[in-house]
């Protein structure tokens, strides 16, 4: 037996989630630098002063993420005195600001916090960065034992960004859910697999029940009930099951066919130019629960797709099935579906995939 830790980031939630920063962080210091996306800071910034002001926190600096998660703008920001002399790093934005927020802060060895401004995937709350080249096209996943010491998630920013991240975001956290528990099927787990593993239900539940409503409410611009909700799915609890499936780098549980459908398509010329990851993982569920043969499964969900306008069919995301038959050797062999309970075949792919023409 040996020993290990398991590291999880609270949050807090709500239109004015950004009053706990003095509580939340005063215990690490007092200068804080701000790091993140353009339109983000501009959407957090008088709310971050505002929450700081007569308070032993202060902002020291504003900087822009650049473009790209990349380990070059990690190292710009590294280089900046101020960030250099700051006590905690506060990162806010998307994925890839809050990605590059993280390289830097954990380069430097600094306590970090999250503030989210759209509701589309778990950076925020996992341990996760994903590093691109300066060209935007992936380098590699940066796995840390460091999290956010908090998330702070400000639900009437998170209704004013437009609502295709929502959309989107919603595709994939539903993935989570039939990708992990299919993944550790059969199994007798220990205790963080199988939290992660039970936890993934709360990726699908909320957004199945929510969701329509939730999309509905961010084109309005309306923090609703529902909207935080989704936001709780996708941002928290995506990270805590990512967080605990993948501990030790163990990515075993951490994917699925949905996954795998999406990555050998973009072997395609141009498809991951053209295509949102969410709306295609989004689809690529209901393939997985056809290839699963879970009737039930597939019907509600085909039906939740049509309701929030995900796709249903191969000819929504413009590829026929001579294309994924192409593809089928590179979704076979793709990493995420190594740990199945059983192994995918080209029949197995292309019978569910006839369904779905
Ligand atoms: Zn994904």
Not at 181 to 199: D, F, K, P, Q
Not at 292 to 311: A, V
Request: net charge negative; aromatic share 10%; glycine share 8%.
């Amino acid at each position: 037996m040996t020993n290990y830790s398991i590291i999880i980031p609270s949050y807090t939630i709500g239109p004015d989630a950004y009053r706990e920063i003095p509580r939340r962080c005063s215990l690490y210091g007092e200068k804080a630098v701000v790091i993140g996306g353009e339109k983000a800071m501009a959407a957090a910034r008088e709310k971050l002063l505002a929450a700081v002001k007569d308070s032993r926190i202060e902002i020291t600096g504003f900087f822009l993420y650049g473009t790209e998660a990349t380990f070059e703008a990690a190292a710009a920001l590294e280089a900046e005195s101020t960030v250099r002399e700051a006590d905690m790093i506060f990162a806010v934005g998307g994925g890839k600001a809050v990605d590059t927020a993280k390289l830097a802060a954990i380069h430097l060895e600094k306590p970090f916090f999250t503030f989210p401004t759209i509701v589309s995937n778990c950076a925020a709350a996992s341990s996760v960065a994903i590093a691109y080249h300066p060209d935007g096209s992936f380098r590699e996943f940066v796995h840390y034992l460091e999290t956010a010491r908090h998330v702070f998630i400000d639900t009437d920013i998170l209704a004013r960004a437009p609502y295709e991240y929502l959309w989107a975001g919603i595709g994939d956290t539903v993935a989570k859910y039939f990708e992990v528990s299919l993944s550790a099927r059969g199994e007798e787990l220990e205790h963080y697999l199988a939290l992660g593993v039970t936890m993934s239900r709360m990726c699908m539940d909320p957004l199945v029940r929510y969701g329509e409503k939730a999309i509905e409410d961010n084109r309005a611009g309306k923090a609703s009930y529902e909207l935080e909700q989704c936001a709780l799915a996708v941002i928290i609890t995506t990270g805590w099951v990512s967080m605990l499936v993948s501990r030790r780098h163990n990515m075993l549980y951490n994917g699925g066919a949905a996954h795998a459908l999406f990555y050998s398509l973009c072997s395609l010329p141009g498809f991951d130019r053209t295509h949102i990851h969410g709306v295609v993982v989004g689809f690529g569920v209901l393939l997985q629960l056809l290839i699963d043969q879970d009737e039930e499964g597939f019907e509600k969900m085909r039906d939740f797709n049509r309701r929030i306008g995900l796709p249903v069919s191969f000819s929504e995301i413009g590829v026929t099935l001579e294309e994924l038959d192409q593809v089928i050797p590179q979704m076979i062999a793709d990493e995420d579906v190594q740990h199945f309970p059983y192994r995918l075949t080209r029949e197995m792919i292309m019978n569910a995939a006839r369904r779905l023409a």
